[in-house]
T-cell receptor, first 114, second 116 residues
Framework: GEDVEQSLFLSVREGDSSVINCTYTDSSSTYLYWYKQEPGAGLQLLTYIFSNMDMKQDQRLTVLLNKKDKHLSLRIADTQTGDSAIYFCAESTDYGGATNKLIFGTGTLLAVQP | DTGVSQDPRHKITKRGQNVTFRCDPISEHNRLYWYRQTLGQGPEFLTYFQNEAQLEKSRLLSDRFSAERPKGSFSTLEIQRTEQGDSAMYLC??????????????FGQGTRLTVV
């Protein structure tokens, strides 16, 4: 079956790097996503990676994908207090990632200490 | 504001009552999704529409739930005979799809339902 797991909480100091990890079970996943959710706000797509890639960098964000171990990580460089939020990993198993029918993880609460 | 709009933002209802939520997607987005998020969990897919056609429904969507998108624009989600277990945040998202790989879905701020 489909399952996406994340650690519940991560605390870092401002300026440090944050690494949020995710494991998934469905090897047919086509796209893998990272979303950010701030209190009272909707989900915001941060970045995504196609399953035939192993790394994607976008400014302060680096996504690493280990397809063999079904492990996905999000690294945030130079973490700021504004990065404090819940981060969700999500997968799409539809062929070609043709829909946004997503399976979300339980979320990781990132707390950035000044 | 041209983002996804949901109404109401909060709803408190007594068990057994019916409730209806509305979602206005971004203009020209032909796909619309409903998700449910309970406290401490990630969103769970409920259903999605392409234009006015409901293309997929999750097993989570019991017979008490019905969603419509009559003119291919806004959508409503109705819950009949609400139960305490229906208490959750109901999220709507929309995207534009033509062909090939999918594009980004934009989420609304959600409707928080509390059943007492």
């Amino acid at each position: 079956g489909e399952d996406v797991e994340q650690s519940l909480f991560l605390s870092v100091r401002e300026g440090d790097s944050s690494v949020i990890n995710c494991t998934y079970t469905d090897s047919s996943s086509t796209y893998l996503y990272w979303y950010k959710q701030e209190p009272g706000a909707g989900l915001q797509l941060l970045t995504y990676i196609f399953s035939n890639m192993d790394m994607k960098q976008d400014q302060r964000l680096t996504v690493l994908l280990n397809k063999k171990d079904k492990h996905l990580s999000l690294r945030i460089a130079d973490t700021q207090t504004g990065d404090s939020a819940i981060y969700f990993c999500a997968e799409s198993t539809d062929y070609g990632g043709a829909t946004n029918k997503l399976i979300f993880g339980t979320g990781t609460l990132l707390a950035v200490q000044p | 504001d041209t983002g996804v709009s949901q109404d109401p933002r909060h709803k408190i209802t007594k068990r057994g009552q019916n409730v209806t939520f509305r979602c206005d997607p971004i203009s020209e987005h032909n796909r619309l999704y409903w998700y449910r998020q309970t406290l401490g969990q990630g969103p769970e897919f409920l259903t999605y529409f392409q234009n006015e056609a409901q293309l997929e429904k999750s097993r989570l969507l019991s017979d008490r739930f019905s969603a419509e998108r009559p003119k291919g624009s806004f959508s409503t989600l109705e819950i009949q005979r609400t139960e305490q277990g229906d208490s959750a945040m109901y999220l709507c998202a929309s995207s534009f799809y033509l062909s090939g790989p999918n594009t980004e879905a934009f989420f609304g701020q959600g409707t928080r339902l509390t059943v007492v």
